[in-house]
C-alpha cells in the first residue's frame, strides 16, 4: 500500500522517478548523465564525491511545507489531496502498513540505480560504467521531507552498513527525529538544514508549512540542538529567489552564528525548473554574481569565509574553518 495519491504517483513516474515498493523513490540527476557522459560533476565534488556514484532517493513521498521555491510537484499543484494530513507519526501500526523498511528501502536503492545506470554501458568507459553499478553515496533530497520517515536512524546504519556515505537534506521542521539520530548514535556524513526565510510572515508565506502554529518554533529547536554540538557535519543551506526570500543577510546570519553553527553555509539561487516554473517568474532565478554578492554579505556577518564556488550550479560554500572541506573519509 503506498501512502501517495495515485495520480502523484503516475507523475512521479511520467518524470522518470523510479518507485519501488510502498514509498521508496530514486531518480537518475542529470549530474549523473553529465559524469558519465561529459565527466562534470555537481558541487558536491567539492565535498569528494562523484556524481556518478551518488543515489539521489527518498524514502517517503509527503512533505509538510509547500515551499514556493521547490522544484518539485506539490499535491496542490495537481489538485489532490495532501496526503501530510493523514501523517499520524504515532500510529505505529500504519506506519508499518505505509513505509519500506528500512532493508527494503536500501535494497530497492540499488536495484533502482542498476536500472538507471545499465542504458549507459555502451557509451561509457568499463571503469566508469563499473564505478556507476557500484554507487559509494546516497543523497536524501530527491522529494517529500526525509525526517518524515519513521525510522531515519535505522536507515541511516542501513546504508552506512552497505558502506555508503549517507547526506540528507530537511527542513529542519521534525527535531523529535534529529534527537533520536543522537540518542541513537546514527549519524549521517553530513546534514544539510534548509534555513527559514527570517520573519514569521516571510517564512510563512515563502515556505506555506501545512501545520503552521509550530513550525517554525521547530525549526528553530533543530537549529539550536545542533548548535549546541553534534558529531558529524552540518550545513545550512540558503535556497534564496530573487523577490521572494534572498533577503535580510543579518536575519540568516543570526540562525548561522546565534543558533546552528553549522560546518559550512551554501547560498544556493533557485533555478527556474520543473514546478517552479509555475510558482515563480523566471526573473526570481538569482545570477552567480549576485549569489556572490549575498554570500559577501554573510561573510562579513558571520566571519565565515568563501572556500569555493560553482557558477553553473549558482552556489557559493562558506566554512568555519575548523571543519576541511574534503571529507576525510572520502579524500
Not at 567539492?46 to 532517493?57: D, V
Not at 559509494?136 to 542501513?158: M, N, R, V
Not at 527542513?171 to 534555513?195: D, W
Request: proline share 6%; glycine share 4%.
Amino acid at each position: 500500500m503506498s501512502f501517495a495519491d495515485p495520480k502523484m504517483q503516475a507523475l512521479l513516474k511520467k518524470q522518470k522517478y523510479q518507485i519501488s515498493g510502498k514509498n521508496t523513490a530514486v531518480k537518475k540527476c542529470r549530474w549523473t548523465h553529465n559524469s558519465l557522459r561529459e565527466d562534470r560533476y555537481c558541487y558536491k565534488h567539492f565535498y569528494g564525491i562523484k556524481s556518478h556514484q551518488c543515489i539521489q532517493f527518498s524514502p517517503v513521498l509527503i512533505c509538510n511545507f509547500l515551499c514556493k521555491f521547490c522544484w518539485r510537484v506539490h499535491e496542490s499543484d495537481i489538485g489532490v489531496e495532501n496526503m501530510f494530513r493523514q501523517y499520524d507519526p504515532q500510529d505505529q501500526e500504519r506506519l508499518i502498513e505505509i513505509f519500506d523498511s528500512p532493508k527494503d528501502v536500501v535494497d530497492a536503492l540499488f536495484v533502482s540505480q542498476q536500472k538507471i545506470i545499465c542504458g549507459y554501458k555502451p557509451y561509457v568507459s568499463t571503469l566508469k560504467y563499473d564505478e556507476a553499478m557500484k554507487p559509494k553515496h546516497a543523497t536524501l533530497s530527491l522529494t517529500g521531507e526525509p525526517f518524515l520517515y519513521p525510522w531515519i536512524p535505522e536507515l541511516i546504519d542501513e546504508l552506512k552498513s552497505r558502506n555508503l556515505t549517507v547526506f540528507i537534506v530537511t527542513n529542519g521542521s521534525v527535531p523529535s527525529t534529529l534527537r533520536s539520530i543522537l540518542e541513537k548514535r546514527a549519524y549521517p556524513t553530513q546534514l544539510y538544514i534548509t534555513l527559514p526565510t527570517p520573519g514569521v510572515k516571510n517564512f510563512l508565506s515563502v515556505h506555506r508549512p501545512l501545520e503552521k502554529e509550530k513550525a517554525l518554533e521547530n525549526i528553530n529547536e533543530s537549529l539550536r540542538i545542533i548548535g549546541e554540538g553534534v558529531p558529524f557535519r552540518t550545513v545550512a543551506r540558503l535556497t534564496v529567489a530573487e523577490g521572494l526570500n534572498l533577503i535580510d543577510p543579518e536575519g540568516y546570519a543570526e540562525m548561522i552564528t546565534g543558533m546552528m553553527k553549522p560546518s559550512f553555509v551554501e547560498v544556493k539561487g533557485v533555478v527556474h525548473v520543473g514546478a517552479a516554473e509555475k510558482r515563480l517568474p523566471r526573473t526570481a532565478m538569482p545570477s552567480h554574481s549576485r549569489i556572490m554578492e549575498f554570500a559577501k554579505q554573510l561573510e562579513n556577518l558571520t566571519g565565515y569565509k568563501i572556500v569555493a564556488e560553482s557558477e553553473v550550479s549558482r552556489l557559493v560554500i562558506l566554512s568555519n574553518e575548523t571543519d576541511p572541506l574534503l571529507i576525510p573519509e572520502l579524500s
